[in-house]
């Protein structure tokens, strides 16, 4: 079964952020390559959306729509509804991701 895979404007512009970021430490290129990776584990939630596992900080508040996948250390945090995939946050794996996650839940 193939799922469509939508990536909603948040997790757009975390992708953006990522580029941006990585471009300006180290290179235009590095920074595509990279997004390529990102995009390809993105891309691969068409074919096994339920292969993810759930958020460890989702499942202490009792959250359990959302998984997630890696690129390490970026973490594609996605909902599954119906036949779409939506994604909706890509997260640097490194920083402090519950308190960006709760931020972002008390937000929408």
Known sequence: MRYKVRIDDVAAADLLAIYSYVAGK????KAAVLLDNIERVMASLESAPGRGNYPPEMK??????????????????????????????VLDGRRNCEELLQQRLLRA
Do not use: M
Request: net charge neutral; no cysteine.
């Open 26 to 29: 180290d290179s235009p290129e």
């Open 60 to 89: 202490r508040w009792a959250i359990v729509d959302f998984r997630e996948v890696f690129f390490k250390p970026y973490r594609i945090l996605y909902e599954i509804r119906e036949k779409t995939v939506f994604v909706h946050a």
